[in-house]
Each structure stands twice: as structure tokens, then as C-alpha cells.
């Protein structure tokens, strides 16, 4: 059924299983939940806005019930030209989501957060002892490998 | 060297190239990095791993008229292209509509991670040639970077015997373990290839006219004496640059220095600490990157960087109002 509604949002259903799909989720209360769940990752993955947090739950659950893909599946449409992995999308949307959630808490990096002190200084972790050291990072690395300006933009497009 | 690679190096280099047969020095090798990476055309893809996190690139560069053009897109994650021109870099970020600006101080642009005149190098690290080995599809030399103290991490950087281009570069931990912490490395590599400007400019830098340009990092940095400096940084390092910056959320300006010893960088950055919570001395590492902080009167010093943890406490511990008179 996830697969369904995953296939049809990606246009990869062709006509008739397509208009099956839609009634069903039209009329059973548990695929409705799928599709804006799945509307939803494509929202936060398109860098825009999620209504609220009981949407970023249903994600998360939607996430952990997801199968993991490790080979892509096969185009069903011919020409589509994209190549759409539920499971892909999944992995990547719950880094962002994370990283958000790390962002409301504490403005830190999330790699900073567990690792170890080093003797001649506090044993505090870097979270708690540097707050706003995840901007220093950007700032010092500029460019670097896309994760700190990617996780910045990301944090602006959530309002706080 | 023995005398099979010297010949396997000679025969491929002889194929490759017209040129003389590469130097034996390794300032010299250095010296053919620095040129090769700024003046070969190339497109290529990169894979840049640093602990658990990979990313690969594609990356196109072009040397025209005495200038660096390079476009870097993001295969990974959320789309992504770098436009560099020089030092200048544009960001562009489709998800978001945003553009980022801004001028290179510190950042590792694989290949180009030389920052200083190959001969300073020496000043911190013994230099020494590697083996010759086969990188995406073509020879390149090893030239080895060991630390002459503790205050840095090894490098490695394999050049193409052709152009000097770097084709693999490395950052390794201290002995016995020497984990590698962070590597670049092309996995196709095509050079010479003659790149239509109009494929350099960018995938979106026709579709941006109207996002949203992020001058923050470019324009609100501005170069200026901060008033600060560094008592005794470790050896080889010398202040590359000076700055005053904005952030956006903070009322404050923040004093950043850069010290560089020519391939590893650290940043200095002074602000006023925003609570008492903060005025605790720190220091953390994660991989390649350390972290120091320390409360100065009102003020809190942060230094981070690709170095050793020694190396940022140093320095952090020897941030000090600078002389009046030495400005």
C-alpha cells in the first residue's frame, strides 16, 4: 500500500491502478495519514515548511516503517527521466529532520555533540560548552563538503 | 624510489606528456601541484570523505585568461553547485532559492589546498617523494607531507605526472594508528577538455534572477585590524587574514583571524559571550577538526581548525590584545 501511494506520487502508476489508489486513500483513514505524510518529506526535502510538529511524528513514524531499498527499482514509466526512491528519500529526509529538531535545541553542530573532551580543559560536550560554534565551522570551512552550508539553509527555511 | 616504479614513472610520464622528466625534489613536485591544480582544464567527479560522511562532487574547471574558473555541483543530498572565480564564491542553493556569496579566506577547494608558497611548507614538515600510483584511470606521484611537531596532522597528495594536478590527497592522524581523517580523491578525471563557458557559468545561474542573494558572508566581512593577535602560534603558522564579520542573530560583530602554515588553517573568532554559562574553557575533537574556547574578560575566544587539539589550545591561550603601535 506505502509502495502505492509512494509510486503514485512520483506519477509512476499508470492510469487505472492510479485512479484505484486515489479512491482508496480517499476513503481509508490510514492511507490519507500516508499521503500527507509523503507530502509532507517532499515538502522538507523541497527545503519549504511543515505544518507542525504532529506532522514531523507522522514522518518519523512513517520513516521507521519504511523499508530500506538497496538496489534502485525499475522505471515503470518509460522516459520518466527520474529516478524515485521512497526509501532514498526516507534516510535523507530524516537527516534533515534531525538536524532541525538539534537546531531548536541547541544551535550546535550534530557532530560535535558526541564526542569526547580532551584533557586540559572542561569535559563538557562541545554542544553544551560551544553554543553557536556550528556557525564558526561554516564561517571557517566556507564551501567545504556542502553538509554546513546545506544545514544552514535548511534551518532558515524553518521559521523558529 | 627503486629503480622499477623510476621506470614505470619515467614510461608513463613520456606518455602523458611532452614535457621534461618530473623533478625529483618534492618542492618542486609541490610547485607543480600549485601550478597544475590552478591552470589544467579539467571535468571530473569527487569524492571527499571525512569520518563516517561522503560526498561526491562534479567538478569543472577552467584556467582562461590568467583566470580560475571552477563549478562545483553536489551529487549527494539536497542539490547544490559552487561557482568559484578565483577566491570569489557563489553558492547557490535551489532548494531554498538562495544564493550565498562570499571570498575565499580558509576554505579546502580540492585540488587547490596549497594556500602558501611550497618552500614554507618545508618551515613545518619534512617533505619527501612517495611511490608512483595509478589514481582514476591515470599515474601520479605521491609527495608526503610528515609533521615536524605535534601542532599539525600529516597530508598526502598524489600528482598526475602530466600536469601536477592533484589527484588524490589525504590528512592523516598521529602515529602508531595514522587513521586517515579526512581524503579527496577523483574518481574520473577527464583534462584538457575544452569547457563551454556557458556549461562553467551553472545549472541555476541562469534560472536565479530572483532568488534570494545572501551577501552576509561576503560583504559584512570586512578586512580590518581587530585588535587582536596571537602570542607565539605554533611554528610555520602565519596570519593570512584579518577580519571583522556579521552573523546573522547576533548583534555583535566577531573579530576572525586566520593563521595558516601553507595547507593546514585555523580560525580565530573573538565576540562578547552572549550569558556567563559560556565562560567555561573548552576543548573538543571530532575527526580532523578541534575546537577550543576560553572566556577572555567579557569576551569568548573560539579557535577551530583541521589541526591536532594541542595546536587550537595554543593558540587559543595566546590570543591577546594587539599592540597599538604595531599596527
Not at chain 2, 97 to 112: G, N, Q, Y
Not at chain 2, 152 to 170: K, M
Not at chain 2, 245 to 261: M, N, T, W
Request: net charge positive; aromatic share 6%.
Amino acid at each position: 500500500m506505502t509502495q502505492e501511494i509512494s509510486e503514485l506520487m512520483d506519477s509512476e502508476l499508470e492510469t487505472g491502478r492510479a485512479g484505484r489508489a486515489i479512491r482508496r486513500c480517499c476513503g481509508e483513514d490510514g492511507c490519507r495519514q500516508d499521503w500527507l505524510a509523503y507530502h509532507a518529506i517532499g515538502d522538507v526535502m523541497r527545503g519549504g515548511d511543515v505544518a507542525g510538529a504532529r506532522s514531523t511524528r507522522r514522518i518519523l513514524d512513517a520513516i521507521r516503517e519504511e523499508p530500506t531499498v538497496l538496489a534502485p527499482r525499475r522505471l515503470r514509466l518509460a522516459g520518466a527521466g527520474r529516478v524515485a526512491l521512497a526509501a532514498a528519500a526516507s534516510v535523507a529526509t530524516l537527516a534533515v529532520v534531525a538536524w532541525i529538531g538539534l537546531q531548536q535545541q541547541a544551535p550546535s553542530s550534530p557532530s560535535l555533540a558526541a564526542k569526547s573532551s580532551l584533557p586540559g580543559a572542561a569535559a563538557l560536550p562541545a554542544s553544551e560548552a560551544v553554543p553557536g560554534v556550528q556557525d564558526y565551522v561554516v564561517v571557517h570551512r566556507q564551501v567545504p563538503a556542502a553538509d554546513f552550508y546545506r544545514a544552514v539553509s535548511v534551518t532558515e527555511a524553518v521559521p523558529r | 624510489m627503486n629503480s622499477a616504479r623510476a621506470a614505470v614513472a619515467a614510461a608513463s610520464f613520456v606518455a602523458c606528456s611532452s614535457l621534461a622528466a618530473p623533478p625529483g625534489d618534492p618542492i618542486d613536485w609541490l610547485q607543480r601541484i600549485v601550478t597544475g591544480a590552478r591552470e589544467t582544464t579539467y571535468t571530473g567527479t569527487v569524492v571527499h570523505s571525512a569520518g563516517s560522511s561522503t560526498v561526491t562532487s562534479r567538478v569543472i574547471h577552467v584556467f582562461r585568461d590568467g583566470n580560475e574558473i571552477e563549478r562545483i555541483e553536489s551529487l549527494d543530498g539536497p542539490r547544490q553547485e559552487i561557482v568559484r572565480v578565483n577566491d570569489h564564491i557563489q553558492c547557490f542553493h535551489p532548494d531554498s532559492k538562495t544564493i550565498r556569496t562570499d571570498k575565499r579566506v580558509s576554505a579546502r577547494f580540492f585540488p587547490s589546498l596549497l594556500l602558501a608558497p611550497p618552500a614554507m611548507l618545508a618551515e613545518s614538515y619534512h617533505l619527501r617523494l612517495g611511490g608512483i600510483e595509478r589514481v582514476a584511470g591515470k599515474d601520479c606521484q605521491w609527495v608526503i607531507l610528515e609533521p615536524r611537531d605535534d601542532l599539525r596532522f600529516a597530508h598526502r597528495l598524489c600528482a598526475h605526472l602530466g600536469s601536477g594536478l592533484p589527484l588524490r590527497s589525504a590528512m592523516l592522524g598521529p602515529l602508531p594508528r595514522r587513521q586517515v581523517l579526512e581524503q579527496y580523491s577523483f574518481t574520473d578525471l577527464r583534462l584538457g577538455r575544452d569547457v563551454p563557458a556557458a556549461e562553467v557559468r551553472g545549472t541555476y545561474e541562469p534560472l536565479a534572477a530572483d532568488w534570494r542573494r545572501d551577501h552576509q558572508a561576503d560583504e559584512e566581512a570586512k578586512p580590518a585590524a581587530t585588535g587582536w593577535t596571537v602570542q607565539s602560534p605554533p611554528r610555520g603558522f602565519r596570519l593570512v587574514h584579518e577580519l571583522q564579520r556579521k552573523f546573522p542573530g547576533r548583534p555583535h560583530a566577531v573579530s576572525q583571524l586566520v593563521y595558516s602554515d601553507g595547507l593546514a588553517a585555523l580560525s580565530v573568532f573573538v565576540e562578547p559571550a552572549a550569558s556567563p554559562a559560556e565562560l567555561r574553557e573548552t576543548l573538543t575533537q571530532d575527526g580532523g577538526l578541534s575546537i577550543y574556547t576560553r572566556p577572555l574578560g567579557d569576551l569568548r575566544v573560539t579557535v577551530l581548525g583541521e589541526v591536532p587539539a594541542s595546536a587550537v589550545r595554543q593558540v587559543g591561550r595566546g590570543v591577546v590584545r594587539a599592540a597599538v603601535s604595531s599596527r
